[in-house]
Structures are given as C-alpha cells and as structure tokens.
C-alpha cells in the first residue's frame, strides 16, 4: 500500500508539476484523437515528459472526452495539468481570413484556397454575392467547405435581417434585386458615409426609369468575378460591350450583384437618404460630388477631368 502510494504521490507530482519544455513552442491536436495519441504526441514534442502520466492524470480527471482539436501555444515549463486544461477550455490559437467589401466570389475563394491553416479541397463556386465580407477567425485544420458554409450563412443572416428593415417604398422587386443594387453601391464607392448618398441615386433613376449607368456594371460583364486587370486601361469597347450586366444600355438592375455587399451597401440600400440627386462624379480624393441636374454633373465632369490632366502634368514634371 505504501508502494502505490508512492507510486500515485509521484505521479502527481509529474502531473502537477513543471513540464520539460523550454521554448515556446505550439501543437496540434487533429480531430477526432484519442487521449493516448493526444499524449503520445505531446511527449514526442517534448511538451510533456510522461505520456502514460498524462494519459492516466486525463481519464483521473474525468477529462477524456472533453480534450478539443486545434493548435495550441505553450509557455516553457507548462505543467501536464495546464496542458489539460487549455485542451478541454479549447484555448487554441486562432487566424484570420479577412474578406474586403466588395470582392466577388471568385476572389473570395482565391484567399480560402490559399489560407494555408485551411484544410480540405474548395466547395463549388457559391452564386455572385451570397458571402459575407468580414474578419474570420478560425483553428488550424478548419475545412475550406466549413468556412465558405460560415461565410454564406452569416451572409443570408444579415441579409435578412436589414431586408426585414427596409423601407417599403424602395423599388426592388424582392431579395435578389435587393443584394444586386446593394453590390452596385458597394462597388462604386469605398467610403461607407457616401453609400447612402450613392444609393440614393440609384434610387433616384429606378423610380425614374433612368438607366443606372455604372462603370462596375459594365466591367463585371467584361471581366466577370475575376475582375479587370489592375495594368489594363478601361477602354470603349467595354463601355460599348453587349452583355446583360452593361447598365449604360439595359434599363433597370443587371441579372444578379456584381460583388459581394457589406452592411455599409446593404443598409444604404434598404434606407436610403432622401436626395433629387441623379449624377455623381469621382472628385479626384477618393470621394464624389452629386449633382442633380445634368448640366451641373457635366461641369463637375469638366472640374475632375482639369484634375486628372493636372495630375499627370504634375507627374511628368516630377519624373523630370
């Protein structure tokens, strides 16, 4: 009895106390793992210094069902207890996949497949705006199917949510017109205290019958989610190009959004300022000027062109 105490005292004393590591270091724990592979890994990284005390100290315990996959840091010296108890909280290291406002689908399943945490092949390429531009964190190992699945569900949550908001005057005929317009504005404009203003143009022209004229319209059309090549100038022929999505000559919304619209679109969208505004024009610091007769949009046209040429004078002189 005074052996298996001894016994039962020292392995305590190896759970309990500190552990042989001496640099940081991390781990990680696949899924689906039994205790024994668990400890027979931490020992193998030299995290822990006896994988049978573990696995014994572990099932004492009552934690043997209870240890979470991901990847894990550990300070030098973290006793076996510490390691248990940051594996069953599930206190894993996290990364993040960040998806800009306004990427298309295509490009957003250019990042997962390249997010190297990420595990697994990609899923089928998901509609034209149906995922939620956003920061997402996720544990080492997570399939790319799981996080495009989160990213579409937190999409039609918000969707939903500011639709069940809007304002029922606005002239969308139902939710998928409402994510196209939304997409419009997003793309338009960068900065989210104009997306009510664009919006309000756009909305402006529907009820009008006016075409809605929007270069991303027509690009997308061109280019499609891949987008245009950032060295390729925009040239007439995709301002003239004869596809569905060119609202310089359909009349109305394209057949379905161009992008993938954040909240900032979204709710620009579903209440809109009021404005009589009709035209807007870059005015060359990343912003627009909104005007509401077209005389006055051409003489902002004329202010932003000066600019431009302007600009390239001012470029020459400093190559010189």
């Known amino acids: 009895m005074l052996g298996a105490g001894a016994v039962v005292y020292w392995g305590n004393s190896q759970f309990e106390g500190q552990g042989p590591l001496r640099e ?33 100290g572990v099932r004492f315990a009552g934690a043997g ?53 990420l595990t697994g092949e990609m899923p089928d390429m998901l509609p034209e705006g149906t995922l939620r531009p956003d920061t997402y964190l996720v544990q080492r190992g997570v399939t790319r199917e799981e996080l495009v699945q989160r990213m579409k569900e937190a999409q039609d949550n918000l969707v939903a949510e500011i639709w069940a908001q ?17 997409s419009i504005v997003e793309r338009e404009t960068g900065i989210a205290s104009e997306r009510p203003h664009v919006a309000s143009v756009f909305i402006n022209r529907l009820n009008k019958g006016m075409r809605l004229q929007s270069d991303p319209t027509f690009l997308y059309g061109v280019y499609g989610g891949a987008g245009k090549p950032s060295d390729r100038p925009v040239t007439q ?39 009589d505004d009709f035209y807007f024009v870059a005015d060359g610091t990343g912003g627009h000027v909104f005007s509401s007769t077209l005389d006055e949009h051409n003489r902002n046209v004329q202010k932003y062109r000066a600019f431009e040429r302007q600009q390239r004078l001012d470029a020459a002189e400093a190559a010189d």
């Open 24 to 56: 940081e270091t991390t781990y990680v724990v696949p899924r689906n793992t039994s205790v024994q592979t668990i400890a027979s890994g931490l020992e193998r990284e030299g995290i822990i210094s006896d994988a049978q005390i573990f696995e014994y």
């Open 237 to 275: 022929s995709d301002i003239d190009s004869d596809t569905p999505y060119n609202t310089y000559k359909i009349k109305g919304l394209p057949p379905g959004p161009i992008a993938n619209p954040g909240r900032a679109a979204l709710e620009a969208v579903a209440n809109p300022i009021e404005t």
């Open 166 to 182: 809007r304002d029922p005057d606005i002239p969308v005929k139902d939710v998928g017109e409402f994510i196209t317009l939304a």
């Open 65 to 117: 069902g209870t240890l979470k996959a991901g990847e894990y840091g550990f300070a030098p010296g973290t006793s076996m207890r510490q390691v248990m108890e940051k594996l069953r909280a599930g206190a894993s290291i996290t990364h993040s996949v960040s998806v800009p406002e306004g990427w298309t689908v295509e490009k957003v399943y250019e990042r997962i497949a390249e997010a190297e945490v």
